[in-house]
């Protein structure tokens, strides 16, 4: 479809199926390998997981929910549908969640970079020995802005290419394949010898670990990162719907699919990490967690190696590509939206401009760890609270049609109103308390004051 910005209709899904495997690509990638697995081990493991998928349960849900009913219903990226919903004062959150997009984007793209380089590598010559070094060398400085800079030119072509032509298509083509693959890994894993230490690691919880403030800021933000929550995201999909759709069991699918691919990741990763005694080096290597410990189990399971390395990095390779599609969408639907530019223009000079943000991310992991921890972790938390806020008092009432479709009972609608109302906002408020003192530490890093 060619289309001037001001006469032709606004693109949309080619179909329903499209539109889940859209959503779900956005929410399926790094952070359910990367940062999961790091993450879970780093706390409690299996009652970090089990926090985890209590609150995807209690305001996963019902925050997604919104925010597919919010795009449905004003069909217009997210800096234009709150004022339109909820009044003027609420456009400063629209673009709060264009800038949670640019940055998030702008170092998500760097560790996908990573990725892309550790396929290439595995595939041509075979990822080696010397694990923590490679991963030093991959890192940062001219290789990583390198990398970073090519997965920035696909995400931008893919975007470019529009709703159904671009995003959907992509999400099509590489959601199945990125499964497929994943399942085949977490087969393999059960076959090497120490998967059952792995699996004991992994799924046995330690339960003091639930009460552990830094835990629970790290599970939240974690649940909110890995859905595509609190930054308009799913807002912005939504609005590129047409016909009935039953919104709470989309976002009850999205939300499955999401925590199955992190749980299944989990699967795969702990029982190599125990079968070549990598535990140590997971804790030691924070951020670099996957990209340290599991090429060494890659390079000590012989010819095998090559072909599950390269598996690997290329499923991992597709995830993020599904998720940096829709970040860039945010901030793109917003400028076409806003003030009728051409989506191909928007698309390169914001993808440029985001490459170029970038460019500290690829030089310090420091840098990197703490943009994440400032606008993965806190700004989504934020951004999650205000949006629970503003569709549980601008919202509720215009949305009982739309949510008729999916919750034919009154009380069911009434209860997911009492989550959005009184459940998701006090909970999010005592998160962002208790991400203060890691998000003050993450801001004076950013600004050079210490580490
Ligand atoms: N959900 C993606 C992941 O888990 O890797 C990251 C992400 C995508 C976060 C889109 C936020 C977002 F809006």
């Known amino acids: 479809m060619h289309s001037t910005p001001d006469s032709s209709p606004r693109d949309s899904w080619g179909s329903q199926a499209g539109f889940i495997l859209a959503a779900v690509g956005s929410a399926v990638g790094l952070g359910n390998m990367w940062r999961f697995s790091y993450v879970a081990s780093q706390g409690g493991g299996a009652a970090f997981v089990l926090l985890y998928l209590g609150l995807v349960a209690v305001i ?30 609420w456009t400063p959150l629209g673009w709060m969640f264009v800038f949670a997009g640019l940055i998030i984007l702008s170092y998500y793209s760097v560790i996908a970079g990573w990725t892309m380089r550790y396929a290439w590598e595995a595939v041509s010559s075979g990822l080696p020995k010397d694990t923590v070094a490679y991963f030093n060398d991959a890192a940062t400085g001219l290789p ?3 990398w970073h800079v090519a997965f920035m030119v696909i995400t931008i072509f893919i975007v470019a290419g529009g709703i159904r032509r671009g995003i959907e298509r992509a999400a099509v083509i590489l959601m199945p394949v990125m499964f497929v693959i994943l399942a085949g890994l977490a087969v393999y894993a059960f076959f090497l010898t120490g998967s059952r230490e792995g699996y004991a690691f992994y799924l046995n919880p330690n339960l003091g670990a639930v009460f552990d403030p830094q835990i629970i800021g790290n599970a939240a933000g974690q649940a909110f990162f890995s859905l595509s929550l609190g930054m308009g995201a799913l807002i912005t999909f939504a609005s590129y719907l047409k016909g009935r759709n039953n919104l709470a069991k989309e976002a009850t699918i999205v939300a499955l699919a999401d925590f199955g691919v992190a749980f299944m990741a989990g699967l795969v990763v702990f029982p190599i990490v125990f079968t070549f005694g990598l535990q140590d080096q997971i804790g030691a290597s924070g951020l670099g967690a996957l990209f340290v410990s599991l090429p060494a189990g890659f390079a000590s399971m012989g010819a095998a190696g090559k072909f599950v ?15 940096s599609i829709s970040l860039l969408e945010v901030v793109v639907s917003a400028i076409v939206d806003s003030f009728g530019a051409a989506r191909r223009a928007v698309a390169i000079t914001m993808g440029t401009i985001i490459t170029i943000i970038g460019v500290p991310s690829a030089l310090s992991l420091d840098f990197l760890g703490a943009a994440d921890a400032l606008v993965g972790n806190f700004l989504l938390i934020l951004g999650g609270f205000f949006t629970a806020i503003f569709v549980g008092y601008s919202v509720l009432d215009k949305a009982d049609a739309e949510l008729a479709i999916g919750l034919p009972s009154e009380s069911m609608r009434k209860a997911w109103a009492f989550m959005v109302r009184y459940v998701a906002p006090p909970i999010l408020l005592g998160v962002l ?3 203060i003192a890691p998000t003050w530490q993450a801001i004076r890093t950013l600004v050079g004051l210490g580490n």
């Open 309 to 323: 390395g390269a598996a690997f990095f290329i499923m991992l390779f597709f995830a993020a590509l599904t998720s």
């Open 144 to 146: 990583a802005i390198g």
């Open 433 to 435: 308390y208790l991400l």
């Open 60 to 89: 996963g849900i019902p925050l997604m929910t919104s925010e597919f009913v919010v795009g449905r219903l004003a069909q217009v990226s997210p800096v234009k549908a709150l004022p339109l919903l909820g009044g003027r004062k």
